[in-house]
């Protein structure tokens, strides 16, 4: 069951199985015009994937889950980006980062499951210890970072304005961001709240 709630001007989301979360915080650990912090991690397709490896021009990374209502709620709208742009020299990267003994549905196990059932056209790695969404500063679930040619943050934030209906969306910020930067120029809109369940940090 939902519930929304305002506690010092900042909205806040309850889920089943879920602790009360910030949904409107976009975190300074990495600000826009920084460096993309390094990584290798297992995918859901047995490879280790790196941005290192990848030359094409833009890097879109999303901290995700599987069980968070938010997540599944983007998951078709990230695929459907991920195959527009597939041919526009755009990566997409997907990573888990929510502690998987506390909530097992979030497990690698069960994200190779997920990855399978939604067909995902992207690798969707685990971030097992956490260190790359600290890195990031990534805070909810999703949280989405898009990278230049020059592997420098251009966006942070969310998808979009609405995730309850895609119909109803009015703002498609982290299209027109990827978008901007393929016609090498700066997004309009450089940070726009992330929207989500907060990751589940380990104890």
């Given at each position: 069951m939902e519930q929304l709630l305002s506690?010092?001007?900042?909205?806040?989301?309850?889920?089943?199985?879920?602790?009360?979360?910030?949904?409107n915080d976009n975190s300074q650990a990495l600000r826009v015009g920084d460096g993309m912090p390094p990584f290798t991690l297992p995918?859901?397709?047995g490879r280790q994937v790196s941005p290192a490896d990848i030359i094409e021009p833009v890097i879109v990374i999303v901290f995700t889950c599987n069980h968070c209502p938010y997540a599944q709620a983007y998951e078709d709208r990230l695929a459907a980006l991920g195959r527009q742009f597939?041919?526009?020299?755009?990566?997409?990267?997907?990573?888990?980062?929510?502690?998987?003994?506390?909530?097992?549905?979030?497990s690698f196990a069960?994200?190779?499951?997920?990855?399978?059932?939604?067909?995902?056209?992207?690798?969707?790695?685990?971030d097992e210890s956490q260190e790359v969404a600290k890195a990031y500063g990534a805070v909810c679930t999703p949280h989405c970072f898009v990278f230049d040619?020059?592997?420098?943050?251009?966006?942070?934030?969310?998808?979009?304005?609405?995730?309850?209906?895609?119909?109803k969306v009015t703002q498609h910020n982290l299209l027109d961001a990827i978008q901007a930067i393929?016609?090498?120029?700066?997004?309009?809109?450089?940070?726009?709240?992330?929207?989500?369940?907060?990751?589940?940090?380990?104890?």
């Open positions: 506690c010092f001007n900042v909205t806040v989301f309850q889920c089943y199985n879920c602790s009360m979360v910030p949904v995918s859901t397709d597939d041919s526009e020299g755009v990566r997409f990267i997907l990573i888990n980062s929510n502690d998987a003994t506390d909530y097992p549905g979030d069960e994200m190779k499951k997920r990855a399978k059932a939604k067909n995902f056209p992207f690798p969707y790695c685990h040619s020059d592997r420098r943050l251009q966006y942070k934030g969310r998808v979009d304005d609405n995730w309850k209906d895609p119909k393929l016609d090498g120029e700066k997004p309009v809109v450089a940070e726009a709240n992330a929207i989500g369940c907060s990751i589940k940090w380990k104890q």
